[in-house]
């Protein structure tokens, strides 16, 4: 799996390249290494990958955005739902879903930036979650497109450490009620 | 009823139909080797892991029942994961029960232990880690349920030994709980009609048959599809035997080393109708240059091959039996409703083209030898064509037929004409030397009453040729045919043809070892062959040994190549026929 680390640089045609492709998956053991082994050897390309249990603990929903350039997405979900515990596959095109993602970042800041970085992250809905003598830790959970914006703000301040959890989704309410993806 | 684990595994087996298992034991199975001493089940002690593997899969093609295999922990488990490939890509249905050390010590590095469930992630259809003997009916149905139906394949149950030992009570597995495995069945009406009126309106029409007819029992449907629609069959590797191959419309087999009018049927055609295949590089060559002109129906059950290699004009996801009757079923309308619309008649024109291609371009090999002008004679080299065609002329038209891979593999593949289903065992997809012996073994285990013959390489041979001794012990009296010309054959053509016939690590020599004698220390007949005339008295001889195995060691042409061929990566356009059809006008 070649993921973050080949990575591009972000730009504006990464919404057309990375779909999200949210599984509902059966809590057994093995489950992830089975996605992700998949997905190394057909040559599928993860960007991001965030799993947890859902309401229920029988299942776990995992969302997983596939750089579509690596393979057509059609055979990423066929594959993928050709694992036995793979319960249920929902492509969520970005219009369609309502997507977050949180971050963590902890940059560098001397006394008069660091008035600019709280400012920055409450503007974006984040708060500062940690703070010593020249350096604050910021806690943003927002639009992944917002995320961005923000990871490049605080570029220029100089990022210590940072840590994104990977995109998550659920799809857009529907007049006539909840969707269950 | 309190039982053991292992107990409860064997029972679950039983309640399965197992009637046979290919193993061998060692010390982390050891304890679920106790109570097959009681059971109704006939346990095959094999030499090595790899044979217990290809015997079932060998097993499971001749009869479409699941193969079953047992072996212990780590290296058990690692000489199994060759035969698990291989039934993977061959979508061949295989149980496996491997020995796993005991729970507590899983992670620890303990004597014998390999992570068998990750090892075997991308060579299964599914695999469980079996950690709670109340499982064991459920996991048990859940392995065979998912080995058979759908697209059929191979699983693995990797079970500790703490597991085995411990005391469980026999429960009957609750009803199948897989809320992620739906494999389709029925046809998409919608899609069927489509595909007919695709059928009906084509004018250049193949029908392409794979694995996928011979598996799904399909093989009558079929031929009512020939029959109604008039279209050309060609059956490929893992197809053949699902159409009988003296119908007038069978083209052959497509592919890299197949005939002329198969391969260029297809290249020239305006439909393809897919069943059961995957589109294999083997069929397609260069996948943008395969099949200019053709629209496709692809009739298959696994969903994830349709559109894989090549887009599908109408995708018909569904059992291939149940695809194939409804088309049947679809066109018989049709044709009420439009009567001389399409059908045979309507393609007099291309199917006579292919038959003039098939008359002009048979299988072929030289016959006449320069030197003395007749095969037959004894200054001749033993051609290993001449070996296939007479070993076919002299055993029974429901003869099961198994092969290796390479040289020999084709020239079985092209010179045998197969009429029946499940009459022929190979290694296609993974292209797995060593397959012929074990598989053959399994192959008459499963159908006893039938006479089995293995057509092999010496290369091949040599890597699995231990399963003999098995077969001996259990009497279990196939017959293998090496066609031993002192190389790895395969390879050395392609190094005659593509590194300017620089050998490098090929020649194996034809008289070491000396194949007669090893077959006679495995307990079998050993014959020698080395002129024409002496093949068929050979091969009679054999056919009269019932009571042990037989070898037969072919001292066939070393120089001889495998034509046609279609060069790797290049067009089917360029497909490069026998030198002594070279000039004939296409």
């Known amino acids: 799996m070649s993921a973050v680390a080949g990575a591009p640089a972000r730009g504006g045609d990464d919404r057309v390249r990375h779909h999200l492709v949210a599984l509902l998956v059966e809590n057994k053991a093995g489950v992830l290494a089975r996605i992700a082994g998949l997905f190394s050897r057909r040559g599928f390309n993860i960007f991001s990958l965030a799993v947890a249990p859902t309401h229920d603990p029988r299942f776990s929903r995992v969302s997983i955005v596939v750089d579509v350039e690596s393979a057509p997405l059609q055979q990423v979900v066929d594959q993928l739902d050709k694992l036995v515990n793979v319960v249920e596959i929902t492509e969520l095109h970005p219009d369609d879903a309502r997507e977050a993602e949180l971050l963590l970042v902890t940059v560098s800041v001397d006394e008069d930036d660091r008035a600019e970085v709280e400012a920055l992250a409450s503007a974006g809905g984040g708060s500062v979650v940690d703070a010593v003598p020249g350096a604050v830790t910021v806690m943003l959970a927002a639009d992944p497109a917002v995320v961005d914006d923000f990871e490049d703000a605080m570029r220029e301040h100089g990022i210590v450490e940072l840590q994104r959890t990977g995109r998550i989704a659920l799809p857009k309410l529907s007049a006539d009620g909840a969707s269950g993806a | ?586």
């Open chain 2, 1 to 586: 009823m309190e039982l053991t684990g292992a107990q409860a595994l064997i029972k679950s087996l039983e309640t399965q139909g197992v009637e046979v298992v290919f193993g061998l034991p060692g010390g982390a199975i050891l304890p679920v080797y106790d109570p097959i001493i009681d059971s109704s089940i006939r346990h095959i002690l094999v030499r090595h892991e790899q044979g217990a593997g290809h015997a079932a899969e060998g097993y499971a093609q001749v009869t479409g029942r699941p193969g079953v295999a047992m072996v212990t922990s780590g290296p058990g488990a690692t000489n199994i994961v060759t035969p698990l490939a291989d039934a993977y890509m061959d979508s061949i249905p295989l149980v496996v029960v491997s020995g796993q050390v005991a729970t507590s010590a899983i992670g620890t590095d303990a004597f014998q232990e390999v992570d068998t469930t990750g090892i075997t992630l991308g060579v299964t259809k599914h695999n469980w880690l079996v950690t709670d003997p109340a499982e064991i009916p459920q996991v048990v149905a859940e392995a065979f349920h998912i080995a058979t139906t759908g697209r059929p394949g191979p699983v693995l149950i990797d079970f500790p030994k703490d597991v085995a030992n411990a005391r469980t009570t026999f429960e009957p597995p609750p009803p199948l709980d897989l809320p992620g495995y739906k494999p389709p069945t029925t046809p998409d009406p919608a899609a069927i009609e489509e595909a007919a009126r695709l059928i009906a309106a084509a004018e250049r029409p193949v029908i392409y048959a794979g694995g996928g007819i011979v598996k799904s029992g399909a093989a009558e449907a079929l031929r009512a599809l020939a029959d109604v629609s008039g279209a050309p069959v060609t059956t490929t590797l893992m197809g053949r035997g699902g159409f009988p191959e003296s119908d007038p419309r069978w083209l052959g087999m497509p592919g890299m080393h197949g005939s002329y009018a198969a391969v260029t049927a297809m290249q020239r055609s305006d439909l393809l109708i897919a069943l059961g295949v995957r589109f294999d590089d083997r069929v397609t060559g260069k996948v943008s240059a395969f099949a200019p002109g053709a629209k496709v129906i692809h009739v298959e059950v696994d969903r994830a091959e349709i559109g894989k290699v090549r887009r599908a004009d109408v995708a018909v996801n569904a059992d291939c039996r149940l695809a194939v009757e409804a088309l049947v079923d679809a066109l018989r309308r049709l044709a009420s409703e439009r009567p001389g619309s399409f059908g045979a008649g309507r393609l007099a024109p291309w199917t006579a083209l292919l038959r003039g291609w098939k008359e002009r371009f048979p299988f072929t090999y030289d016959r006449e030898d320069e030197r003395s002008g007749s095969i037959t004679s004894g200054l001749a080299p033993l051609k290993p064509q001449y070996v296939v065609e007479e070993l076919r002329r002299s055993t029974p038209d429901d003869a099961i037929l198994v092969s290796g891979v390479g040289q020999h593999q084709m020239w079985a593949a092209q010179f045998w004409r197969f009429e029946h289903p499940r009459t022929w065992v190979n290694s296609g997809g993974l292209g797995t030397m060593g397959f012929a012996v074990p598989a053959a073994l399994g192959a008459k285990v499963g159908r006893p009453e039938k006479m089995v013959w293995a057509v092999d390489g010496d290369g091949c041979f040599q890597m699995t040729a231990q399963e003999l001794v098995t077969a001996s012990a259990e009497r279990i009296p196939i017959k293998v045919a090496i066609l031993n010309n002192a190389y790895l054959g395969m390879v050395r053509q392609w190094q005659h043809m593509f590194y300017e016939e620089r050998y490098s690590e090929v020649y194996l020599s034809s008289d070491l070892p000396d194949y007669v004698r090893w077959a006679e220390a495995m307990g079998c007949v050993g014959l020698r062959v080395s002129s024409p005339e002496e093949v068929v008295p050979a091969i009679e001889k054999a056919n009269e040994i019932d009571d042990r195995p037989v070898v037969i060691d072919f001292r066939t042409d070393s120089m001889e190549q495998v034509y046609p061929m279609v060069p790797a990566g290049s067009s089917n356009d360029d497909i490069v026929v026998h030198p002594s059809q070279a000039g004939l006008a296409r």
